[in-house]
């Protein structure tokens, strides 16, 4: 199965500022690739899929970008509701499968 | 409103089977896949099957075949993970998930998740 490595594991960021964060698959996964969202204490949210299309009322602070094995989830001015932990997805080869997360933090 | 929810927290000793459930509303259930994903205890995501309420159709992550048995009842619109011998590593919070589309092979985003089942395994 396709394994998926995200990076860093943890991002320390000001608010206001802009985070990035990378999701590399171990074959390509063409552009099916899928961002999550998950606070603590709650269920990961889709946030983008389709390795850049953003989910129903997603900020457009969020923008996904990549193809084949490289992807970026870049969150620009970041708010206080957008520190959280966040997940990439592979969903072009069977079975799906996750990356470990990135906790973004604040600085 | 779209919405999964799923059974309550459950407590289980080394052994036993556990029964979760998820039920689906605001959608037409027979539609939709419906995965079950769980997370371990400051861990990632981990895949362990998905099934299609319209015929049953049902798969599991290899890695857990034997062990995980994944229905629906169409009648209450609801979707249930059976997973048997439950061992202390099993400790963890077990979602479901919409998927987002109803294509075959199952591949895409997962859109509407569940509030989550925390399963303790103990002795």
């Known amino acids: 199965e396709i394994v998926m490595t995200q990076s860093p594991a943890t991002l320390s960021v000001s608010p206001g500022e802009r985070a990035t964060l990378s999701c590399r698959a171990s074959?390509?996964?063409?552009?099916?690739l899928v961002w999550y969202q998950q606070k603590p204490g709650q269920a990961p949210r889709l946030l983008i899929y389709g390795a850049s299309t953003r989910a129903t009322g997603i900020p457009a602070r969020f923008s996904g970008s990549g193809s084949g094995t490289e992807f970026t989830l870049t969150i620009n001015n970041l708010q206080s509701e957008d520190f959280a932990v966040y997940y990439c997805?592979?969903?072009?080869?069977?079975?799906?499968?996750f990356g470990r997360g990135t906790r973004v933090e604040i600085k | 409103e779209v919405q999964l929810v799923q059974s309550g927290a459950e407590v289980k000793k080394p052994g036993e089977s556990l029964t979760i459930s998820c039920k689906a509303s605001g959608y037409r259930f027979t539609d939709y896949w419906i995965g079950w994903v769980r997370q371990m205890p400051g861990e990632g995501l981990q895949w362990m099957g998905i099934i299609y309420p319209g015929d049953s159709d049902a798969r599991s992550s290899p890695s857990l075949r034997g062990l995980v048995n994944i229905s629906v009842d169409k009648s209450t619109s609801t979707a249930y993970l059976q997973y048997s011998n439950l061992r202390a590593w099993d400790t963890a919070m077990y979602y479901c998930?919409?998927?987002?589309?109803?294509?075959?092979?199952?591949?895409?985003?997962?859109?509407?998740w569940g509030q989550g089942t925390m399963v303790t395994v103990s002795s």
């Open positions: 997805q592979q969903s072009g080869n069977w079975p799906t499968t």
């Open positions: 074959q390509s996964v063409s552009s099916n």
């Open positions: 998930a919409r998927l987002q589309s109803s294509t075959w092979p199952p591949l895409d985003a997962f859109d509407i």
